[in-house]
């Protein structure tokens, strides 16, 4: 890579240097590398620092192993093959084992609506929305005070200034006085500008969590501000006591326990709106397969999803390959104007033909009920199987182009010898089809359609697009409907669409998904081996 | 040892490059004093302008930074659920009330406090807005649907049943007396729901206070009524009512003057240059007033921002003026939730026409239980419209519904 790399291992003695010109350790190579090294590693403790202050420490963790890995293999002289595979690796690790990794980590718990933060945060949340305004309560001009390190507020009220802190009540303030109806100068306090306060986040946060009793009596309630420039009465029945890790609400005397599900839960059964998520083991598995209202619907849509993936690559490889067949015959005129006519769809985003097709197949107002069927009021998309037909036909529309294409390569790429040699000795066209271009095809073609199953098995687009996953079934609480393949029933069940999500589960169903396509993707590219054992 | 040379200049090297890149950054703050505070606001297309302009204002005002970030409508409430808890969502969000139930129990959304402005806001934005007893958001446009009529055909008379509209439909000689979208096979309660309100079925049973409960209202004689109503108007029927119509084929007909009524958004109206339109509130096809859903659109706040005081300053005191709410307004026109300027835009007979349907109408449920109605309802009526039995159809829907309100 540079000057320094290719320097002999052997360490020579000093009085051989000058003889050697390759051994100039500090070239333009080396300045090269050590600004790039430089760059990578500013970047690096940018992302660390950022990281700290954020406190993702996960994210902090793998930035510091991926930076001491970096500067190690580039610095040390040792890892030569590490030098070029490194880049390729850490891509690999962000961009997919990190995915991976996340969903497999999603699955195990109950992130989703209502447990979508940590317990902090729900506590934080029950608090803010426990605490309310003293009904009838007036509004003050307020002004924010500083004495030392004590932050308090000044309130004008009732033409007089009261002030106090976190720490003494509200007391008259003797010799304050106003400007625009607003303290400007409190003895013993400084008034803090709002320019200095809203510039300054720790600041901003400090007063919004302070609380000025506004007497000796708790229940009397406290002022706090919103804005800075007024405050109010509040008062809160919920209080937070962190040992017992319970909040207590002092005017129904209910205590509300944190539960290993992820909710504050009183004794009488009621919980706080807020939760946070929790790992929850295989429970979103188990639920998955045993969970009546979901298994049912969901082994009917699993049974959809094979049946549609192998039709599709079916139907769509075998027109493809009739295709190709007919318009490789050197007897078809313009060949390739008509090749090019039949790509178009292929060329076409599938989103917008779904959208078209679904256009198409309105019963009442479709093109294809007027103009095939004499305006028959067939229901293309309302009935069960014939919507799963009309899925069939226009994912057949928009991928037979494709094997089209592709089996017009692999045809033209065969050897004509042998099929001559098959011709002399007396095959007919279906038997030179049968044993020698259909499993000579199959050799470069298979692998695709393995891909191509994979890729329909997940093939969200044109079930959302087409159908929307319906028509419903007719009776079950799980929303689904009779087109729904996995991939859309997961997007359904996520409830991303709803509002009311359950990303756990979905990320379980993902990992489902996964080892099916894994295991049939492995298992078939096993198949295909021995065809190529064919030639 | 000229590893360690190596080594050394590579952390100088680092060391210079970091120093160079972090102290501009380290000396913006100490010449313009005051300026550090930053806030950021997701918004959708439509709002961004407008929010732009109240931005600018308190900006100069206050130094402090407004940042605004374009998202889809569509994506917002989920991304601020996702993004809020780890620290990298906004400090303000546009949002709509219906989310609510969402943002609570996901601890995202801080309360806000309007103080005595509230009074000046329309009573059922500020109930939209309020999620037991707190305030949540600051309202600023209210949305619902309403009956649409196209003048030439039958006038700008707001007929008052079900039957009497179809009767003038009928008179006017269209192809079809009356269209609405039902989303195609995917069914549309929303749409809906003024004639389901009719029958005196509400999706959820209203509290005293007028919070909606967790019990399903729809079923019994009114919802099984409603249901009946459904299947005699839907395909095996009159015809009225039909799977096939979606949101552009309604548009078309409605425009095209093949269905001299339909029951539609404001945001539909763009969608009918060849027609002139009255807005009237939706008949009544089961007795009973018919009460469409209203929806309510605001500003809500993060509960995790970095800048609360700032943030909050900025939404009670910068957009909740007039000013700021008729920008918001003249950049998308939506009926105004600020009273004041509800009155002063209802001189347009349109926007007074979809104001005196919200006024008749319903705050569309915000509890988080809405959001597993809609697959059931929105199902179960395009199976009824397609002929399937209304009475049994109904009933399980409503039973799937509990179930799954239930687990």
């Known amino acids: 890579m540079t000057v320094q790399l290719d320097a002999p291992r052997t360490t020579a003695p000093i009085a051989r240097r000058p003889l050697e010109p390759r051994r100039r350790g500090f070239g333009w190579g080396f300045i090269v590398k050590l600004a790039l090294l430089a760059l990578v590693n500013a970047v690096g403790i940018t992302v660390i620092l950022a990281a700290w202050r954020t406190e993702a420490w996960v994210i902090l963790i793998a930035s510091i192993v991926l930076l001491v890995i970096v500067d190690a293999v580039y610095l040390a002289k040792r890892a030569l093959p590490l030098k070029y595979l490194l880049p390729g690796l850490s891509f690999l690790l962000i961009f997919q084992i990190f995915t991976l990794g996340y969903t497999g980590y999603v699955a195990f718990t109950n992130y989703g609506s209502g447990h979508a933060g940590s317990m902090e945060q729900a506590v934080e949340a029950a608090l803010i929305q426990g605490e309310q305004r003293v009904e009838g309560a007036a509004t003050y001009p307020l002004a924010i005070v500083q004495r030392g390190d004590e932050l308090g507020f000044a309130i004008v009220d009732d033409g007089g200034v009261r002030v106090g802190s976190e720490l003494e009540p509200l007391s008259e303030a003797g010799g304050a006085s106003l400007d625009d109806d607003r303290p400007v100068d409190v003895p013993g306090w400084e008034v803090l500008p709002r320019a200095a306060v809203l510039s300054d986040p720790e600041l901003q946060e400090r007063v919004v969590n302070l609380r000025v009793a506004v007497s000796d009596d708790p229940e009397d309630g406290s002022i706090r501000t919103r804005d800075g420039t007024s405050g109010s009465i509040y008062s809160s029945t919920l209080s937070w006591d962190e040992q017992a890790m319970t909040i207590s609400d002092s005017e129904t005397g209910l205590v509300y326990a944190a539960d290993d599900r992820g909710n504050f839960v009183a004794q009488d059964g009621s919980r706080l709106a807020a939760g946070w998520y929790v790992p929850v083991g295989f429970d979103n598995f188990v639920r998955a397969f045993t969970d009546t209202a979901l298994a049912a619907p969901l082994f009917e849509v699993t049974l959809w999803t094979f049946a549609f993936a192998i039709l599709t690559v079916l139907s769509s490889f075998g027109l493809g390959l009739l295709f190709a067949i007919i318009y490789n015959d050197p007897r078809v005129r313009a060949r390739k104007l008509l090749r090019t006519l039949f790509i178009l769809p292929y060329a076409f985003p599938a989103f917008m033909s779904a959208l078209l097709w679904r256009g198409m197949l309105n019963s009442e107002f479709g093109v294809i009920n007027d103009l095939f069927f004499f305006g028959a009021d067939i229901n293309w998309l309302g009935d069960p199987f014939l919507a799963k037909f009309a899925v069939l036909w226009v994912n057949l529309w928009l991928s037979f182009p494709y094997w089209f294409l592709v089996c017009t390569g692999a045809l033209q790429a065969l050897p004509g010898e042998t099929l001559e040699a098959a011709t002399i000795d007396g095959a007919g066209p279906w038997r030179r089809f049968r044993s020698i271009i259909l499993p000579l095809l199959l050799v470069s073609t298979a692998p695709l359609a393995i891909a191509s199953f994979a890729f329909n098995f997940n093939n969200f687009t044109i079930i959302y697009m087409l159908t929307g996953g319906g028509p419903a079934f007719p009776s079950s609480s799980s929303g689904l409907g009779s087109t729904d393949i996995l991939i859309s029933a997961i997007y359904q069940i996520s409830g991303v669409a709803g509002g009311t999500a359950d990303y756990g589960l979905a990320s379980a169903l993902s990992i489902i998904v996964f080892i099916v396509i894994g295991v049939i993707s492995a298992l078939a590219f096993r198949q295909t081996r021995k065809l190529e054992e064919y030639q | ?407």
Not at chain 2, 130 to 135: A, I, M, N, P, S
Not at chain 2, 226 to 246: C, I, K, M, R
Not at chain 2, 280 to 304: D, K, R, Y
């Open chain 2, 1 to 407: 040892m000229r590893k360690h040379v190596a080594m050394g200049a590579a952390v100088a090297a680092s060391a210079l490059l970091l120093a160079g890149c972090s102290s501009p950054a380290a000396e913006t703050p100490e010449e313009s004093t005051g300026s550090a505070g930053e806030i950021v606001i997701w918004t959708d297309a439509e709002r961004e302008a407008a929010i732009t302009a109240a931005a600018e204002e308190f900006e100069a005002e206050t130094g402090a930074t407004v940042t605004l970030v374009q998202k889809n409508f569509e994506d917002l409430r989920n991304d601020f659920i996702a993004q809020v808890p780890t620290g990298e969502g906004p400090d303000i969000t546009v949002g709509a009330h219906d989310w609510l139930g969402a943002l609570v129990t996901a601890g995202v959304v801080d309360t806000i406090d309007l103080g005595e402005r509230a009074a000046d806001f329309e009573q059922v934005a500020i109930d939209a807005m309020t999620y037991e007893g707190q305030l949540y958001a600051l309202p600023y446009s209210l949305e619902t649907i309403a009956l649409l009529q196209n003048t030439a055909l039958v006038g700008d008379e707001a007929p008052a049943t079900w039957d009497d509209m179809i009767a003038s439909g009928l008179a006017a000689g269209t192809e079809r007396p009356f269209v609405i979208n039902t989303n195609g096979e995917s069914g549309d309660g929303y749409t809906m729901y003024g004639l389901q309100t009719s029958f005196g079925a509400p999706v959820f049973v209203q509290d005293d206070s007028g919070s909606y409960t967790t019990e399903v209202g729809m079923g019994g004689a009114q919802g099984e009524a409603f249901a009946q109503w459904l299947a005699e108007n839907g395909t095996a029927g009159t015809g009225y009512l039909s799977t096939t119509v979606d949101y552009d084929i309604n548009n078309e007909l409605f425009n095209s003057g093949q269905a001299p009524y339909t029951i539609q958004g404001p945001w539909a109206i763009s969608a009918f240059p060849d027609v002139d339109v009255a807005v009237n509130p939706i008949p009544s096809a089961g007795g009973e007033t018919a009460a469409p859903f209203v929806g309510v659109q605001g500003f809500f706040l993060s509960s995790q921002s970095d800048n609360a005081l700032l943030a909050t300053d900025f939404l009670v005191n910068h957009l909740a003026t007039d000013d700021a709410q008729r920008a918001l307004y003249e950049a998308d026109p939506r009926i105004p939730a600020l009273t004041v300027l509800a009155d002063e835009v209802a001189s347009d007979p349109i926007i007074a026409g979809f104001l005196a349907s919200a006024q008749g109408g319903v705050p569309m449920p915000s509890i988080p239980e809405m959001g597993s109605v809609w697959d059931f309802w929105n199902a179960a009526e395009a199976q009824i419209i397609n002929g399937a039995d209304p009475v049994t159809t109904w009933n399980q829907m409503i039973t799937d519904l509990e179930a799954a309100l239930a687990g």
